[in-house]
């Protein structure tokens, strides 16, 4: 569930740039070697690397063309497989009546949306293409990532086709809003996201995010950003966000079986960070956890029996009395994201987990049985 006091974002979509100096190619005399030589040949060899990366990788990233009932869009996308299967975001395809796919080599085809995923933002198209065309991209273990790890965006930004920037992994295991509503109207949260300084641009969205061995490491997303430019298209702010590999390997197999994907569902809100102000009101005996403000009656949580606060505090709109989650079987809970995370990328629907909570004095171990996301 939306998790309370969520700051509302302007969330858009694109990629990194980060220009590389070029080797000097003055004659240097014989002896020791210089300081400034050496960054010179290690600048060469990162150029080299990025070139013959582009040079690999590149043939297949897509540009994807949508025409809706009001107005077109553009986005970026990847060949998934040999059988024709492309991804993008969800919202580069929503709303659309037609599709246009266009491959690097000049090539251009109608495609069909056969997959679509509103609570981690992704789309699976199917396109009829010569094999020749497809040319498949491989997957990376995002759980493997390493904050300051440099990262490749190759896309269509502001439709600039094949463009290609650079920056590195800002964050690891950030959430923002899914696409996917509640009942009561608030929205679902989506996990397992990858923050990056790349500099993501409209016409980006749904394009491949690479790690410097040419493995697909997330799907950027969108950025944040403060103000707007005199033509009204988004700033970037140097944060931005994209879907972990990972979470696509988890769905997008399903998506083209099926169509849609189920998400695990505990059933909870919780607290985006735990303050000294809140930790003071709330009583805790811990400066880290995902406590409960809320539960959906008759949720998993609900049902295995977790409580949420219902005693007023100094802090308007904040209740005591709720569990502090501080671990999901056996692994530390330090916020909402961490517990997030842990379930979207091994649990499904019917799993069985184990939470450890503070309540009050005491630590309790509640297994509950998750359900999936309604609809």
Do not use: W
Request: net charge negative.
């Amino acid at each position: 569930m939306k998790r309370i006091a969520l700051v509302s974002l302007i969330l858009i979509l694109t990629l990194t740039a980060c220009s590389q100096p070029n080797p000097s190619n003055t004659p240097v005399a014989a002896g020791p070697v210089s300081t400034s030589v050496q960054d010179a040949g290690g600048a060469a060899e990162q150029q080299e690397t990025l070139v013959a990366l582009f040079e690999r990788v590149n043939p297949g990233v897509v540009a994807i063309k949508t025409v809706g009932a009001q107005a077109g869009s553009l986005g970026s996308g990847f060949v998934f497989d040999d059988e024709g299967h492309i991804i993008t975001n969800y919202h580069v395809v929503e709303g659309s009546t037609q599709l246009e796919v266009d491959f690097t080599s000049g090539f251009k085809v109608y495609g069909t949306v056969v997959g679509t995923d509103l609570d981690s933002d992704l789309a699976v198209i199917k396109v009829d293409a010569p094999a020749e065309e497809l040319h498949p991209l491989t997957l990376g273990d995002s759980d493997s990532l390493k904050v300051g790890q440099t990262v490749i965006a190759i896309g269509n930004p502001f439709g600039l086709s094949s463009t290609m920037t650079t920056g590195i992994i800002s964050a690891l295991g950030r959430t923002l809003d899914s696409l996917h509503a509640t009942a009561s109207g608030g929205v679902f949260t989506a996990g397992d996201i990858i923050q990056t300084d790349a500099a993501i641009n409209p016409g980006n969205s749904g394009g491949p995010l690479f790690n410097l061995s040419g493995e697909v490491i997330g799907i950027n997303r969108a950025i944040r950003t403060v103000n707007e430019s005199t033509n009204g298209q988004p700033l970037n702010s140097g944060i931005g966000f994209a879907i972990s590999s990972n979470i696509v390997k988890r769905v997008v197999p399903v998506l083209i079986k099926n169509g849609r994907y189920d998400y695990p569902f505990l059933g909870v809100s919780s607290m985006d960070e735990l303050t000294l102000p809140v930790i003071d009101a709330l009583g805790l005996k811990s400066f880290t956890g995902a406590y409960v403000t809320g539960l959906v009656p008759g949720g998993p949580a609900d049902k295995a029996g977790l409580k949420a606060g219902d005693t007023p505090t100094s802090i308007e709109g904040l209740f005591a009395g709720g569990d502090l989650i501080i671990a999901i079987d056996g692994r530390p809970v330090k916020t909402f994201d961490n517990l997030l995370r842990y379930l979207l990328n091994h649990k499904s629907p019917g799993d069985t987990v184990v939470l450890t909570v503070l309540r009050g004095e005491e630590t309790l171990d509640i297994t509950v049985t998750l359900d999936k996301r309604p609809r």
